[in-house]
């Protein structure tokens, strides 16, 4: 069965730091991985997604993850944190097309001034 | 906006109840899932509907139940209301089979007292 682990529940960082969220996977078959992100009150907005090719994927808002199949992770990184990006995060994995998506619990993103 | 809607925002209602949420999904998408989000289970896969037909069913109790119309809008049905239904249920929608990004509506906020 697939699974999903994102370490940490809540990450705190400064303005202008780097921001890293850790999302580990298992699964007996090459994934689908997907982070969303969840403002409050609002729905999910899916920030990145890896398939097949290159396993450095750039999403919005200068996220961007790697896939690295022997560490079984897709880890999101930005370089630069904004008080904008703070929200819940999820990864998130399915093992083909058309088919549900298991989530991680979700880690929550706090940036302070 | 993603392009998913759902009604109601909100529904509140009392325990032994019956409410029925509806999610019309993005233009030309095939696929509707449903998920509900609570502070214990997180997300959580109820069931996915392709094309009218029901595809895959994950943890969704006997007294709920959904469907998709012909215009693939999809109704979501909760009966005998528990206090423990109370939770964030979400829609979401895909149509590229290959990669298999979803996008979700806003949700729709059920408490149940």
């Known amino acids: 069965a697939q699974s999903v682990t994102q370490l940490g529940s809540h990450v705190s960082v400064s303005e202008g730091a780097l921001v890293l969220l850790r999302c580990n996977y298992s699964?007996?078959?090459?994934?689908?991985l997907f982070w969303y992100v969840q403002y409050p009150n609002q729905g999910l907005q899916l920030l990145l997604k890896?398939?097949?090719?290159?396993?450095l994927v750039k999403g919005i808002n200068g996220f961007e993850a790697e896939f690295k199949k022997s560490e079984t992770s897709f880890h999101l990184t930005k370089p630069s944190a904004h008080m904008s990006d703070a929200a819940e995060y999820f990864c998130a994995v399915s093992f083909s097309g058309n088919t549900p998506l298991v989530f991680g619990k979700g880690t929550r993103l706090s940036v302070i001034a | 906006d993603s392009g998913v809607t759902q009604t109601p925002k909100h529904l509140i209602t009392a325990t032994g109840q019956r409410v029925t949420l509806r999610c019309s999904p993005r233009s030309g998408d095939l696929s509707v899932y449903w998920y509900q989000q609570s502070l214990d289970q997180g997300l959580q896969f109820l069931i996915q509907?392709?094309?009218?037909?029901?595809?895959a069913k994950g943890n969704i109790l006997e007294r709920f139940s959904a469907q998709q119309f012909p215009d693939l809008h999809s109704e979501l049905n909760l009966s005998s209301l528990e206090l423990g239904d109370s939770a964030l249920y979400f829609c979401?929608?895909?149509?590229?089979?290959?990669?298999?990004?979803?996008?979700f509506g806003p949700g729709t906020r059920l408490t149940v007292t």
């Open positions: 979401a929608s895909s149509l590229n089979r290959v990669s298999n990004e979803q996008y």
């Open positions: 890896y398939t097949t090719g290159a396993t």
């Open positions: 509907y392709y094309n009218g037909e029901e595809r």
């Open positions: 699964s007996s078959v090459p994934p689908y």
